[in-house]
């Protein structure tokens, strides 16, 4: 933890009974074959070990724990759904793991307020379903929906798909219940968009990854639900095209763009590869990029004209190669599975150092064109597949073993290859952590890349909140 305090990494047997009589034998998870799914990283990247999983069921019992693990300095790892990326729910070193899971309870939904108040481990599925119910959208949106929790999607930041039109996770918590390192609750659930009495506490928790508090509920922002959506699969010549068509389709929407999302041609072709014949490439043109484009609209006509548009403007500029629109709600989902499975199935064809960065959207073209050459030249053969989010920056810039090559001697290169590409993503004003954390992936850059004085007050937060160092040791500094 570099110069943080340093905690009791292994509980006592004894704190470890005083631990389980809060929640109780059955909610105590010892049991090695049991504790597996709490341990492995979903990728295994990781694997973890762990005394117990503790699985409080209410707020009162993550505060009680956490009064026992501070009296003690007993290290705890907050944990969601163990969706992370960046190994930031793993207990690496044999913490005590606090899972957030049955915290399940949705709490409130206020249609007339326009906001939903969820426990930390509701996923964000049954957040959005809720909203579903009375006719409003909770517009975060992730491919690990199902499994992955409002608690951990707020202690990472998460963006997802639809940051372009609504923002990432800070954007949608209004309120926020978090449990202090000494076990003290702060309640901070409000509704308000308006509330200037004082700091703003209820960001330094999130994107915080559990290393501050343990956030145990939030009240979120709902928008109304769009009453139409048009979805569309198109073929760009190249990265720049791509960032020209999202200028073009934002100026005849009025911001009406929900997702913009581009792929490489070989990262789509090992889609439809390794896909068992649930996808099928949407167009027969062939082009060096792809993007998926959807609108949406509080009107219920129109949009598919909009969406027409765009094509045609496209099209006309040379933007645009060949292009289709979703004809029904299948067809959009069937575009959208092409872009769930982009980063997921590129492990069928070997090892693949990836990277979560961002850069200001005009300099995306340059990125990826200066980071493939780089990537290339240091291992040649290497197959870049750069995908993501062309409308907020965030670039998933994936590179794929040689063909025939070695996967532990190509995965040996990952810190050689983090050098690159990081050092273009810094030229072009960017972030090497654009929405799935630091944990301990990139908790060594931090100090690197960090400004000194902004670097210094993170520490400064943590000893304050923290001074016995027991929240997520280990990660993010």
């Known amino acids: 933890m570099n110069d943080m305090t340093k905690p009791n990494i292994t509980a ?3 704190v470890l009974s005083r631990m389980i009589a809060i929640v109780g034998e059955k909610n105590a998870v010892t049991d090695p074959e049991k504790q597996a799914p709490f341990l492995v990283e979903h990728r295994a990247l990781w694997t973890g070990h762990s005394p117990a999983i503790l699985r409080p069921g209410s707020t009162a019992e993550v505060s009680e724990i956490l009064k026992i693990a501070n009296e003690t300095s007993t290290a705890i790892v907050p944990q969601g759904g163990n969706t992370g990326l960046v190994g930031g729910q793993i207990p690496h070193n044999g913490e005590v793991v606090l899972s957030l899971q049955r915290l399940d309870k949705i709490r409130e ?35 690990s929906e199902g499994s992955c929790t409002i608690g951990g999607n707020l202690s990472t930041n998460a963006g997802g798909t639809a940051a372009l039109a609504h923002g990432i996770a800070r954007s949608h918590a ?19 968009k308006k509330d200037n009495t004082g700091y ?93 484009i959807e609108l949406s609209s509080q009107r219920e006509s129109g949009l598919r004209e909009s969406m027409e548009q765009i094509l045609a403007d496209g099209l006309e500029k040379g933007l645009v190669l060949d292009a289709t629109i979703a004809e029904s709600f299948e067809q959009a ?45 240091l291992i040649p053969g290497c197959r870049p597949m750069p995908f993501g989010h062309v409308g907020d920056g965030n670039i998933h810039y994936n590179i794929t073993q ?34 799935h954390g630091v944990g301990i992936v990139k908790r060594d850059y931090l100090p690197r890349i960090k400004d000194p004085v902004a670097y210094d007050l993170m520490k400064t937060l943590k000893r304050t909140l923290d001074p016995k160092g027991i929240l997520n040791p280990g990660k993010v500094l």
Do not use: C
Request: avoid cysteine.
């Open 12 to 14: 006592s047997p004894a």
């Open 109 to 143: 939904v206020d249609a007339v307020s326009n906001t939903i108040t969820v426990e930390a481990g509701v996923t964000l599925q049954r957040t959005r379903e809720a909203a579903a119910n009375v006719d409003r959208l909770y517009p975060q949106l992730l491919p």
């Open 174 to 192: 209004l309120g926020l219940e978090v449990v202090l390192a000494d076990g003290r609750i702060m309640n901070n659930l409000n509704k308000l």
């Open 200 to 292: 703003d506490l209820r960001d330094l928790f999130i994107g915080a990854e559990g290393t501050l508090g343990v956030i145990t509920a939030a009240v979120l922002r709902l928008v109304p639900r769009p009453k139409s959506v048009e979805t569309a699969w198109a073929a760009v010549p190249s990265v720049q095209a791509a960032v020209d068509l999202l200028g073009l389709a934002s100026q005849v929407t009025a911001g009406g763009v929900t997702s913009f999302e581009i792929m490489s041609r070989e990262g789509v072709d090992i889609v439809l590869k390794h896909s068992s014949g649930t996808t099928r490439d949407p167009l027969a043109t062939r082009s060096p990029y792809l993007v998926l």
């Open 333 to 377: 989902k069937a575009f959208w599975r092409i872009r769930e499975l982009f980063g997921e199935l590129q492990s069928r064809e070997g090892g693949s150092i990836k990277h979560d960065v961002s850069v200001p959207v005009a300099n995306i073209p340059a990125f990826i064109e200066e980071a493939n050459a780089a990537a290339i030249k």
């Open 402 to 435: 040689p063909v025939g090559a070695d996967k532990a001697e190509y995965l040996k290169r990952w810190d050689d290859m983090n050098e690159v590409v990081y050092k273009i993503v810094l030229k072009y004003g960017g972030s090497v952590s654009a929405e």
